[in-house]
């Protein structure tokens, strides 16, 4: 709910009420002896709806929608939140969060690696599935989809960079 936009509305929603009561004459409204003023005063009993349709539309969209929020908004919020690194895991540390346009990047490092590099690679490839599962059945990340802000992720193993991954709101069925 953004409360400031269903405010908002409350200007086209009374002035158009009392355009309609002026235009249908039910409040007393200045006295007009011009035959133009008194035809625009006519006018109203048209136009005033319609400002109270806009209206209601506007308070609509302030209610059914969340305000939106940039991704250096959130990433804004999030470094002040926590002190990096931090540990997301037994063996995943998160070193840094950044904000490149409407995506928030997370760089993280495996701090326990497989043995050998195809263990490595095949934890890799399965790392996508996994963190896309996680994200869309966490309702907070599912809002930030919901705006149009993609998650990626960049995994560092030893001094091997992963190509990175994303998420986004076509992922999580568009919710």
Excluded at 128 to 138: A, G, K, M, T, Y
Aim: overall charge positive.
């Amino acid at each position: 709910m953004n409360l400031a936009a269903m405010i908002e509305a409350l200007i086209p929603l009374l002035g158009g009420t009392y355009a309609t009561l002026l235009g249908y004459r039910l409040v007393r409204g200045p006295t007009i002896g011009d035959p133009k003023k008194l035809a625009l005063l006519n006018q109203l009993k048209w136009l005033g709806p319609l400002v109270v349709a806009f209206g209601l539309w506007q308070f609509l969209q302030g209610f059914f929608h969340e305000p939106l929020v940039t991704a250096q908004e959130v990433v804004r919020a999030m470094r002040q939140k926590m002190t990096l690194p931090i540990a997301v895991d037994e063996i995943t540390r998160l070193d840094r969060i950044d904000a490149e346009g409407q995506r928030i990047v997370y760089r993280l490092t495996i701090t326990e690696p497989p043995p050998t590099d195809a263990e490595r690679d095949a934890l890799m490839g399965m790392m996508p599935q996994h963190v896309r599962s996680q994200i869309c059945s966490d309702e907070h990340r599912r809002r930030l989809l919901r705006q149009n802000i993609s998650l990626e992720f960049i995994y560092t193993i030893g001094d091997r960079e992963y190509p990175r991954f994303g998420v986004t709101r076509a992922d999580c069925g568009g919710s």
